[in-house]
Nanobody
């Protein structure tokens, strides 16, 4: 079973940047597609971005396209989310997840991390 641990959240002003990391252990990390999701207070969890097992394909939610970049390093069992031009509406708990492939991971996830808080002040 894959274990996922997120880090890198925090408080940042609007227009600033943060880089989230997700470290994976106890599983064949390189065989999974990896994704980031977020959940704002009072809202449902939503898909943010995903990267295929071979990091050649990525997909983004329209709300973050052009501002966020997902990447992975299979040698380090790590996936990252670079977040630039942050907006107050990006405030949420961000979760890392593993899935079978990049097509299904937005709707079907196999493993979850515990989440990291991102707060963007105006």
């Amino acid at each position: 079973q894959v274990q996922l641990v997120e880090s890198g959240g925090g408080l940042v002003q609007a227009g600033g940047s943060l880089r989230l990391s997700c470290a994976a252990s106890r599983g064949p990390f390189s065989s999974f597609a990896m994704g980031w999701f977020r959940q704002a207070p009072g809202k449902e969890r939503e898909f943010v971005a995903a990267v295929s097992w071979s990091p050649t394909s990525t997909v983004y939610a329209d709300s973050v396209k052009g501002r966020f970049t997902i990447s992975r390093d299979n040698a380090k069992n790590m996936v990252q989310l670079q977040m630039d031009s942050l907006k107050p509406e990006d405030t949420a708990v961000y979760y890392c997840a593993a899935g079978q492939n990049i097509v299904t991971i937005p709707t079907i996830q196999l493993y979850w991390g515990q989440g990291t808080q991102v707060t963007v002040s105006s």
